[in-house]
């Protein structure tokens, strides 16, 4: 249901012409993919740099506080680009990303970063006042801050593997690969092929 | 000079018959490769932005300084052995790519430029520096970072 | 690595400022030549 929802907007997406003329222009595609690289460095470089510090393994002998206030700003600066970016590298091939089980597993994680980031916002808030000045927070903080950096690296490691076709839904693997993709095509016809053997 | 021979020697080392048969494997230290890179960038912004007076302005210069380069060291060693990894899968084709000989130079020229200008210059902090000397240092630090991540992106495109 | 330990200050300081000059001009050229590279492609293609 959702997939085939989801597989419409796709396909809507697709047979627009600026979709087609991103998708086949060989500079305009490689511009956009280096700034989301790029812009990736940025932001996640400096999400590093707040979260090592956090972990008391970076700018140790600076406020927590004051490392995490400073740093922000530019690294929301690197999260919009790289987001826009990705949004329009999405743009450029929605039909295969949609049922790009990569994709997918990339999207829920970057939503548990997002919740992580809020929860983490929120504890650092209520405590930073008794802790700013440690080298080495509170082991709260310390968990909220390798579980983001864990999150990320996954962010990341899923978003590089979109570009390798192995589990695409044209291939042949096990149904659940297709479950998890989404396959919309290849979940139909599983399920004709069921019924006909009852 | 000529260098070919390297890379025939690293495309028939056993280091390629294993990156070249794992593509699973392969994709994982790409994303070390990515990681690392991401923290290096993010440690010469926090370092170069410091020297202009744009970031962490109330933090001592040498106290961003050690920091910093302590993470960036760490970060190039992950990102060169990823780097050879990677090379070492597809050698051949590397060596007649353009973009991989610009970004190995702007590498090599950010080695040097850290580890035999950058940090001996400010060793004692930038008071007694000229302040544009300090200004021209980390904007050229930054050039060169950036264009060795651009070129390297490119490797793959070219 | 001793770097540029051995010089005096006022010779780290020249030093380092031309080879930032060199380095900041060496890379402007490299990209502005990919730059137009690439507006020239785009002006064969449609122009």
Known sequence: MVNEWLLRLATWLDGQQWSTDLHE???????????????????????????????????????????????????????????????????????????????????????????????????????????DTDSLPPARIRWGAGISIGLWVGVVSTGRMIAYDWFDCHKEMPDFMYWAAGCVVELASIETAGAMEE | ????????????????????AYGGVFAMVQTVHLVSIALLGGMVLVSDLRLLNLLLTSVPVPQVMDTTRKWITIALITVTL??????????????????????????????LFLYVVKWPLLRHGVDSLNPWTVRLVAVASLTIWFSVAATGRWIGFS | MNGMNGMSRKGQQILAAGLSVVIIAGWGTYWAQQVQSVVELLRMAYG
């Open chain 1, 25 to 131: 222009s060989y500079y305009m595609y490689n511009w956009v993919e280096s700034t989301h690289v790029l812009t990736l460095m940025v932001f996640l470089g400096l999400l590093l740099a707040i979260d090592l510090r956090m972990l008391g393994l970076a700018f140790t002998g600076t406020p927590a506080s004051q490392i995490a206030d400073r740093l922000t700003p530019p690294m929301l600066a690197g999260f919009v680009v790289m987001v826009i970016s990705g949004l329009v590298l999405f743009y450029s091939i929605p039909v295969r990303t949609t049922q790009s089980v990569w994709f997918r597993i990339k999207v829920v994680l970057l939503v548990a970063a997002g919740i992580n980031a809020l929860l983490f916002r929120n504890a650092m808030k209520r405590s930073v006042d008794s802790w």
């Open chain 2, 82 to 111: 990823s780097g050879v990894y990677q090379a070492s899968a597809v050698a051949i084709k590397l060596y007649h790519n353009s973009s991989f000989w610009a970004k190995m130079a702007g590498f090599a020229m950010g080695l």
């Open chain 2, 1 to 20: 000079m000529e260098l070919l021979f390297i890379f025939e020697w690293l495309d028939t080392s056993t280091l390629a018959g294993i990156s070249k």
